[in-house]
Nanobody
Framework: QVQLVESGGGLVQPGGSLRLSCAAS????????MGWHRQAPGKRRALVAV???????NYADSVKGRFTISRDNVKNTVYLQMNSLKPEDTAVYYC????????WGQGIQVTVSS
């Protein structure tokens, strides 16, 4: 069973930055793609960013120009660099990966507040 473990969350002031990491227990080259989603209180889980095995990326409109998804195939890790953070970015962030199945991490809290 594939395991995905997120790290790097926490509390940050508006305008600040955080980098989330998602470490996989298997080679990420096995996956067709990986991504980050988030769920704010009272809202549905929503896509933030995805990256394919070929390094093609796609972002939610709300984070374009502020967030960057990247991957390290040697470390089997996907990153989400988040800059210019806003209070509305506050959510639990989930990493996922997919091949013939979809795998999810346990989630990590990101809070943007002064």
């Amino acid at each position: 069973q594939v395991q995905l473990v997120e790290s790097g969350g926490g509390l940050v002031q508006p305008g600040g930055s955080l980098r989330l990491s998602c470490a996989a227990s298997a080679s990420i080259l096995n996956f067709n793609g990986m991504g980050w989603h988030r769920q704010a209180p009272g809202k549905r889980r929503a896509l933030v960013a995805v990256i394919s095995r070929e390094n093609n990326t796609n972002y939610a409109d709300s984070v374009k120009g502020r967030f960057t998804i990247s991957r390290d195939n040697v470390k089997n890790t996907v990153y989400l660099q988040m800059n210019s953070l806003k209070p509305e970015d506050t959510a639990v962030y989930y990493c996922n990966a997919w091949d013939s199945q979809t795998y999810w991490g346990q989630g990590i809290q990101v809070t943007v507040s002064s």
